[in-house]
């Protein structure tokens, strides 16, 4: 079934980095732009980054900018979100999550999700 | 401004009818979608595009968009219904996306 899975959460010192992985089954990862969205403790949902479906745009919210890279490993399925620089106020849940639109379109929906995976950032 | 507005929290008697709304300019150009969040729970898209429910979500659920607001309609909440609800957007450039800061609904 159609299905995304997070890992490589944790604890790590501020200024440390850290990667996530979140590995896509049931489809094709090549076909969709696929999103990270992270929340903090109690707090909203807050979008991070989005790769296109082709791979060949990247964007990112400004509190990651710079410091945080989107990329992925279509021949394993798997989207990453390597964190560098890490701030405590980046201490969230991180969500992947799938999206059949693209840029240049009217729409989006996350429609697939997984379950997340915890990074505390905490000296 | 990129920023969508919402009420923090809205509270609707069992069997009722409850609407949530969501300002921002963007919303002029794009869609709204709106994702339903449960305690512990990763969100689950409810309401994307022009009133478009994903295959397993009731018809009890449904979208409309005017102007810079959208909204999101419960008609006979049920008490699974009680979660936080958030509506998402692209901002202004399109690149971009950016979700409200969720609405709390309490089924009573």
């Known amino acids: 079934q159609v299905q995304l899975v997070e890992s490589g959460g944790g604890v790590v010192q501020p200024g440390r980095s850290l990667r996530l992985s979140c590995a896509a089954s049931g489809f094709i990862v090549s076909a969709y732009a696929m999103h990270w969205v992270r929340q903090a403790p109690g707090r909203g949902l807050e979008w991070v980054a989005v790769i296109s479906y082709d791979g060949s745009n990247t964007y990112y919210a400004d509190s990651v900018k710079g410091r945080f890279t989107i990329s992925r490993d279509i021949s394993k399925s798997t989207l990453f979100l390597q964190m560098n620089s890490l701030r405590p106020d980046d201490t969230a849940v991180y969500y992947c999550?799938?999206?059949?639109?693209?840029?240049?379109?009217?729409?989006?929906?996350?429609?697939?999700w997984g379950q997340g995976t915890m990074v505390s950032v905490s000296s | 401004s990129s920023d969508l507005t919402q009420d923090p929290a809205v509270s609707v008697a069992l069997g009722r009818t409850v609407r949530i709304t969501c300002q921002g300019d963007s919303l002029r150009t794009y869609y709204a979608s709106w994702y339903q969040q449960r305690p512990g729970q990763a969100p689950v898209l409810v309401i994307y595009g022009n009133n478009n429910r994903p295959s397993g979500i009731p018809d009890r659920f449904s979208g409309s968009n005017s102007g810079n607001t959208a909204s999101l309609t419960i008609t006979g909440a049920q008490a699974e219904d009680e979660a936080d609800y958030y509506c998402?957007?692209?901002?202004?450039?399109?690149?971009?996306?950016?979700f409200g800061i969720g609405t709390k609904v309490t089924v009573l």
């Open positions: 999550a799938r999206d059949p639109y693209g840029s240049g379109t009217y729409y989006s929906a996350f429609d697939v």
């Open positions: 998402k957007s692209r901002d202004s450039t399109g690149d971009l996306y950016v």
